[in-house]
Each structure stands twice: as C-alpha cells, then as structure tokens.
C-alpha cells in the first residue's frame, strides 16, 4: 500500500522547522562529530542498491595496445611488482576499482621477463584469453599458463611469473583489493626476488594430485578454504560446455536456459566456490540466444572470450567482441545476446554477498 512513497517524500514529510535552536543543535553535531540519520536516510538506506560504480565497458582494442605500450616503457620489478593495469570504474573516484568489491586489470609480461614473487591477504585468478609461454609459481609450484584456462593464486600464497618464450603474454588479473582495502584486512610479503623454479611442465603438482574426474586423493580429505587446483584447463572448460549444449538437444536437463550453457569453476574439497570472496564462471551462449534481463546484489565482471555479441546493461546496448571486459555493479539489470555462438567468462563477488545473506537475483519475465 505504500509501494509509492519513498524516501523523498519520508524525508520530506518530517524535516523539523529551521529555527535558531535547530542550527545551533546541528552545530552542535557538526563539532562533535556527529551526523543524524533523518538528513541521510536516502544515501544509508536506498529503497534498493544504487551503486555509485557505473556499468562500463573497456574494450581489448584499446587495453591491450595500452598495455603493449607498457611493455616498452615500464619495466617489471620488484617494488612495482607487476605491469598490471587496473580497470577505474568512473563511478568510483579515480580508484583502480572495477567495482566496490573487485580489481579487474590487463598484465603483461615481455619476453623472458620475471614477475618477482610475493604473497598478499588478497585473493587473485588470472584468466588468459589470447596467448601462451608464461608460468607462474605459485607456492613453489610452477602452472602453465595457456588460452582459455583459469589460473588460481588464494591469499597468501607465494607467486611470481616468468616468461619461458621471445614473445610477449597478456592477460587479466582479478582480485578482491577494493573489499580488502575498504576493510582494512590486507597483509603482504615480499619473497624470492626471482621465481623459485623455473621449470615448465606442462601440468601443476596440484592438477597431478587433484584433476581426476570425480577422484579425490585420501592425502586430501581435509577441506581447504580455497581450491587446490591451481589451473583449471580450457580443455575441460570447453568439453563441459560442449556436452550441455548437445544434452540440450537430446531434450536433458543440462542448460541454464534455453541456449545457455555454463559452468562454476569449484573447490573440488567443499564443491563450492574456489575461493572465499570471488566466484569463477563460463558461459556459452547458442547463436541469436538472449538471456532473460536479470538484476543481482553484488558486482560481477565479464570477458568475451570468443565469438561476438552484445550486453544490454541498465537499458544501454553495448556491441562486445573478443576480449573486451564490462563490469554490472550491485542491482544494476542486464542481459547478454549472441550474435554467434558466445563464450564469456565471468567473475563475481557473490560468495562475499552470499556467506554475509546478502544476495538477491531478480529475473525480468519477459511479456508473451
Ligand atoms: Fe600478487
């Protein structure tokens, strides 16, 4: 029944008369420090989320020459650590935050270069959308990194990078900094000025021990907060992928939707996500499919990995081609569209929304 009235019209409604006594009473507030909530409700209290980060989109075409340029000017170190650029949602006050939860950047490392190693309370993925030659060791064991896989690094493990080749790699980082920054939860350590082995094999001790469908080691029957998995391979990615599209036309159960196929990369020890603030997805959609518009709390950031398409985020059409990132802050609505067939990978901070019981989705039904 009150459905109409909002905020405005509350605060409207109980704003005290402006006398002498009430200034003095707010100068009194304003000297101790203290702000009341009947002048603020609005702002602390929206009817809904209304994120200050904007829907954005930051095309390769633009990031990776940026990046390149980057290569030939910045050199990699330590003390800068990482030629990592970061994606500012314009929304966010010149802040290298994609979002108010997570970092999203393009890195790059020449050839033969070393990314020294460090370890930090944040937890970082890496996903490579073009390219291959570079290792990165993490906690002492060397994982490939080739297209199309997700490369894992949880908090405070040790890890560097290093390029095995005479050709230049790129990919993007992602991690929860903004979260930790904002919280005041971050520690960090620098190590090996060098990685510590230089090896390339072509799969990780921790793909070895635990990338045996349905396998578990009994040396592993201890849960662990983040996946052991340090690569989870395109390969497998795409098999999955492939299998729920053809189930679809057998008539089984196997898709989102109609057309839409996808898969939640997991901690193989808890089956949920595989790490404690960031959830790791891939989506495929069938050509000329369209998702059905959808709101979340909570921000999530997309890759075009493959194919070509568009996203519709708060009412705006955005043309999205291979490797070009957008992020959809907390409640904002959006729906993607397959030109042809449509491979993003995704990421979000749902498992920070969903442990603290904050997570809400709402699906647009759309008219018959
Ligand atoms: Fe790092």
Redesign the pocket.
């Known amino acids: 029944m009150n459905e109409s009235v909002t905020h405005d019209t509350v605060e409207h409604a109980m704003q005290p008369e402006d006398t002498p006594a009430l200034r003095e009473l707010y100068d009194g507030f304003e000297k101790h420090h203290l702000i009341p909530l009947w002048t603020q409700l609005g702002d602390l209290m929206p009817i809904h989320p209304k994120p200050r980060a904007v829907p954005h989109l930051w095309k390769w075409s633009d990031l990776l020459p940026l990046a390149e340029k980057s290569g030939e000017l910045v050199p990699v170190g330590r003390g800068g ?2 030629r990592a650029i970061g994606l500012a949602n314009p929304g966010l006050g010149g802040h290298a935050y994609v979002s108010p939860t997570l970092w999203a950047a393009i890195q790059y490392l020449g050839p033969r270069e070393t990314a020294p190693e ?3 309370s ?1 937890n ?1 993925f890496r996903f490579v959308v073009e390219g291959e030659g570079v290792w990165t060791v993490v906690n002492g064991d060397p994982v490939r990194m080739s297209r199309g896989d997700l490369l894992l ?1 949880p908090g405070w493990y040790f ?1 560097g990078h290093h390029n095995d080749t005479d050709q230049p790699m790129a990919w993007i980082d992602g991690l929860d900094i903004p979260f930790s920054q904002q919280n005041d939860v971050g520690f960090f350590e620098f190590g090996s000025d060098r990685v510590t082995d230089y090896a390339t094999p072509r799969f990780s001790q921790g793909e070895r021990l635990w990338c045996h469908p349905g396998l578990r080691p009994l040396s592993g029957l201890q849960d662990t907060v983040s996946s052991p998995i340090g690569a989870y391979r395109w390969e497998y990615t795409d098999r999955a992928l492939t299998e729920q599209l053809l189930l679809e036309e057998e008539g089984q159960p196997a898709t989102v939707e109609q057309g839409h196929a996808a898969i939640r990369y997991v901690n193989p020890t808890t089956g949920g996500d595989v790490m404690p603030t960031i959830r790791c997805e891939f989506h495929r959609l069938r050509a000329g499919c369209a998702t059905p518009t959808r709101r979340e709390v909570g921000s999530t950031v997309f890759q075009v990995f493959e194919g070509s398409g568009a996203v519709v985020m708060d009412g705006v059409e955005h043309r999205l081609d291979i490797g070009d990132m957008f992020v959809i802050p907390s409640w904002i609505s959006w729906s993607l569209q397959a030109e042809t067939q449509f491979d993003l990978f995704r990421f979000s901070d749902a498992p920070i929304m969903e442990r603290l019981n904050f997570a809400r989705t709402h699906v647009e039904v759309p008219d018959r």
């Open positions: 650590e990482r460090h370890r930090h944040q970082a690094t890890h």
